[in-house]
């Protein structure tokens, strides 16, 4: 009975109450999306590197002359850096987890295969590394000293033996086995001498993240020793004693040989924080547009609900003449809001779906989980609802003789 | 007239003030928001030389053999072609280039070497971008080639080593080579840097030039993207690429007229047996290509998406309150009907309200955007933050949005508004 003087009530303001249920469609089709990629990034923002990160500082080094025996330069640097105090361990590498400009390539089980089986990150690693990278090995063994070869930047031929990560070696090998088969990154086969339990890939230049995210896991670790003008060290302090290892390290190498540049010093939280900086500005920004939108549509509801109550004076009064309490006043409203902003959501469910798959289409953007939107249809029935609160409170609170008296 | 009904319609502003505030704020939070991210996303999807990209091109050649490439023909050219096509000299312009991180050697040796970035170029490439000279000139045609050692230096480190003074004929020592200042580039600074893409978008520029022929003469290595490993006689084939070229081609039969001549080349190189396919040459425009390299990060479009979403929102929002707001008048528009006011007249003067009402919404959401940008200048990756300044374009259309679309989201209340009968509301 009620419900029927509600919906006959509405009628008369057609118009009107179209429009707010569409700003609410709207509202939740918008809120919907952006939860769903906040959702996405934050998760992204959060996915363990798989090292030690608390000790982990780098730096690149870069030779001004590279001249003479490299080789023995380096071997040298990484003397002076392994017995640097504050340091537990360093070695030369290729590129570093998160940190943009690595290296990668296919990966076959087959030589010459013509479609990679993986896409994954390689490192250039040698014996100190694991300790260095504090990652965990779970099935095999790590280099050994004597398995370190000098290996230089460019296409691969295929090292002899390689340390997987677990990621990796379950998509190439789904049932299993992957210790001690064979893998080709090159012409020659390598074998899997261990798997470690997850070290995620460097970043690269001009890949973007959609790609990146599809192999983030899968890492090659390659045994050798980089030969190059130019390359990184990572080193790994005692703990707490990052800040001071790094400055002391570097320092100690520049005494050691000064025809070099040193430069891209970076901490991991520093390169976490830089990776993932578009994310985290992507995420605010969603949020603050998502807070002011609900804001907005609250106050529309307010400013809206609030017309009416002035509309309706009269005949709320008689209602409450005849007996009508202030409690099924506030139902009224609160039942009339529910009707629109139902209505308002369940176009929004439509919309938001519509507009995920429209922009997997156009954006690449992954499929949005139904509970985002069942997420956002709620925060909008329970925004409409507080945001009707008030001005129904006065429209309960119209005295009964007043409005007779006004007719 | 106009001025009565402006009056007017501040008066009526004035009268329910709770509601007017709550749709100002509401559509210039929207304004703020969208102009906010627009502006952003305008400078970023830009073309730097709008009056000069549609004379630019990038010639590819496809050296990899044929099979599953999904990533469309490679950029960068091999040393040997990129060779061939300069000197073939279809066109009066070209360019080859490649980016190069020096280390700048101090005259005292108690300090340490400074990291400079550059590009190896011939000296086209200033015709080419328009490049501003503030001193001096590109190097002259014989330097181009005989291997000089000479410079053109960025503003930035003419600043930093000179003091921003005339430095013509100075030095730099730049990685042990002694190089001679022969030009300084005034401020320069496209956005996005059209011309390197491939390496950091939206850097600074870059801090020096030297000629391409010198460059390769000291073996100085291409830093960022390339295929090549680190052996030099590698790099000085035909195999491995890491050398983008541009052309200019001033019309369009020009344009046709090189590209007949590519795909001549890659038949030739064919012929020759260099490969036993017919590898796929293109000879793309600037802006085409600023298009293909999707230089506007995802992020970026998405946040645009929302933000003109948002905007809708704030602008349903408004519509609503203003239907209250206009309706709630009807005895007073009944009166005014009744005293001889047309639907034409009442229609109007709700405009100019809604008119009111977004001008308001326009200084407000001015405001909000200035906060947006430096809001956003602090959350982006430094190279990028620099890309959003306000400009007086994006006043311009800021103000003219509000304005506009407040008037539009008006016309449906004020029609409705004005409707009202004069006789049925004055029998009460």
Redo the contacts between chains.
């Keep these: 009975m009620e419900l029927l003087s509600i919906v006959t009530g509405l009628r008369r303001h057609k118009a009107t109450s179209a429009l707010i249920a569409l700003q609410v469609a709207l509202t939740l089709c918008i809120v919907s999306n952006a939860l769903f990629v906040v959702h996405d990034r934050l998760v992204r923002i959060d996915r363990p590197s798989g090292i030690d990160e608390a000790d982990f500082a780098m730096f690149r080094n870069e030779w001004l002359a590279p001249e003479g025996d490299l080789k023995a330069r380096i071997q040298g640097d990484l003397a002076v850096l392994r017995s640097a105090p504050g340091v537990a361990d360093a070695y030369a590498t290729n590129g570093a987890p998160l940190y943009l400009g690595g290296g990668s390539g296919g990966v076959g089980l087959k030589p010459d295969q013509e479609t990679p089986s993986a896409n994954a990150g390689e490192y250039i690693v040698d014996d100190h590394a694991m300790k260095t990278l504090g990652i965990r090995l779970t099935e095999g063994r790590w280099f050994t000293a004597g398995e370190i070869e000098e290996r230089h930047n460019g296409p691969e031929e295929g090292p002899p033996i390689v340390i997987i990560t677990r990621a990796l070696a379950t998509k190439l090998f789904p049932a299993g086995q992957a210790l001690g088969s064979s893998i080709y990154v090159g012409k020659n086969p390598s074998t899997i001498i261990g798997i470690v339990e997850r070290l995620v890939t460097p970043l690269f230049y001009g890949v973007p993240a959609q790609v990146t995210d599809s192999f983030f896991e899968n890492s090659i670790l390659i045994p050798g020793l980089l030969v190059e003008n130019s390359y990184l060290y990572v080193i790994r302090a005692m703990p707490g004693q990052r800040d001071s290892a790094l400055l002391t390290s570097q320092q100690l190498l520049t005494q050691h040989d000064r025809a070099r540049g040193i430069d891209l010093v970076h901490t991991f939280p520093a390169i976490r924080a830089e990776s993932y900086k578009t994310d985290r500005s992507l995420a605010s920004l969603l949020s603050l547009v998502c807070a002011m939108l609900l804001l907005v549509t609250g106050l529309g509801i307010v400013g809206l609900a609030s017309y009416w109550v002035g509309l309706r004076r009269s005949p709320i009064g008689i209602r409450r003449a005849l007996g009508a309490r202030r409690i099924d006043i506030v139902r009224y409203f609160q039942i009339e809001n529910v009707l629109i902003v139902g209505c308002g959501a369940a176009v929004g469910l439509a919309l938001a779906v519509a507009a995920n798959l429209w922009m997997v289409q156009k954006l690449a953007l992954p499929r949005m989980g139904a509970r985002y939107v069942i997420a956002g249809a709620a925060i909008v029935l329970i925004l409409g609802q507080l945001a009707v609160l008030w001005p129904a409170r006065r429209a309960a609170s119209i005295p009964p003789a007043r409005a007779t008296r006004a007719l | 007239m106009f001025i009565f009904y402006l009056k007017s319609a501040t008066h009526s502003l004035l009268r329910n003030r709770?509601?007017t505030a709550?749709?100002i704020?509401?559509i210039a939070?929207?304004i703020g928001?969208s102009m906010t991210?627009f502006s952003i996303f305008r400078t970023m999807s830009g073309d730097p030389i709008p009056w000069k990209s549609a004379q630019l091109f990038v010639p590819r050649i496809d050296t990899r053999p044929p099979?599953?490439h999904q990533d469309g023909i490679p950029d960068l050219l091999s040393y040997q072609d990129a060779m061939e096509l300069r000197h073939a000299k279809i066109v009066a312009h070209q360019t080859p280039l490649y980016t190069l991180a020096l280390?700048l050697?101090p005259e005292d040796i108690n300090l340490?070497?400074q990291?400079v970035v550059g590009v190896a170029v011939d000296r086209d490439f200033f015709h080419l971008f328009d490049v501003p000279f503030r001193y001096g000139s590109p190097w002259a045609v014989e330097n181009g080639d005989d291997g000089s050692n000479v410079v053109v230096i960025g503003k930035r480190l003419n600043d930093r080593l000179f003091g921003g003074k005339d430095s013509l004929g100075q030095s730099l020592n730049l990685?042990?080579t002694k190089y001679r200042v022969v030009g300084v580039i005034k401020n320069w600074d496209p956005q996005p840097r059209l011309y390197n893409l491939?390496?950091a978008p939206y850097g600074d520029s870059e801090d020096f030039f030297i000629p391409f022929s010198t460059a390769v003469e000291h073996k100085i290595?291409p830093r960022?993207?390339t295929s090549?490993?680190?052996?030099w006689s590698e790099r000085l084939g035909a195999v491995c690429t890491w050398i983008l070229v541009w052309v200019e081609a001033t019309t369009p039969s020009d344009a046709q007229h090189y590209r007949d001549f590519l795909a001549d080349y890659a038949m030739e190189q064919q012929r020759l047996g260099r490969f036993s396919w017919l590898p796929s040459a293109s000879l793309s425009n600037a802006r085409d290509w600023l298009e293909e390299k999707?230089i506007v990060?995802?992020?970026t479009?998405?946040?645009l998406?929302?933000?003109f979403?948002?905007l809708?929102?704030?602008l349903?929002?408004g519509?609503?309150?203003m239907?209250?707001?206009f309706?709630?008048r009807d005895r007073e528009t009944a009166i005014r009907r009744a005293l001889g006011a047309t639907r034409t007249i009442v229609f109007s003067q709700f405009l100019v309200e809604a008119g009111v009402i977004g001008a308001l919404a326009g200084v407000l959401g001015l405001g909000l955007t200035a906060v947006g940008l430096a809001f956003?200048r602090s959350?982006?990756?430094k190279e990028m933050a620099r890309v959003t300044a306000l400009s007086p374009a994006v006043i311009g259309m800021t103000f003219g949005l509000a304005v506009f679309a407040t008037v539009c989201a008006g016309l449906?209340p004020s029609w409705?508004g004005s409707i009202v009968e004069p006789a049925v509301q004055s029998k009460t």
């Design positions: 709770v509601l709550l749709i704020v509401a939070f929207g928001a991210v099979g599953k280390h050697m340490l070497p990291h990685d042990g491939l390496n290595a960022g993207a090549c490993s680190e052996a999707h990060p995802t992020e479009r998405l946040s998406i929302l933000a979403g948002f809708t929102v704030c349903v929002n519509v609503v309150l239907m209250a707001k309706l709630s956003e959350l982006l990756p449906y409705r």
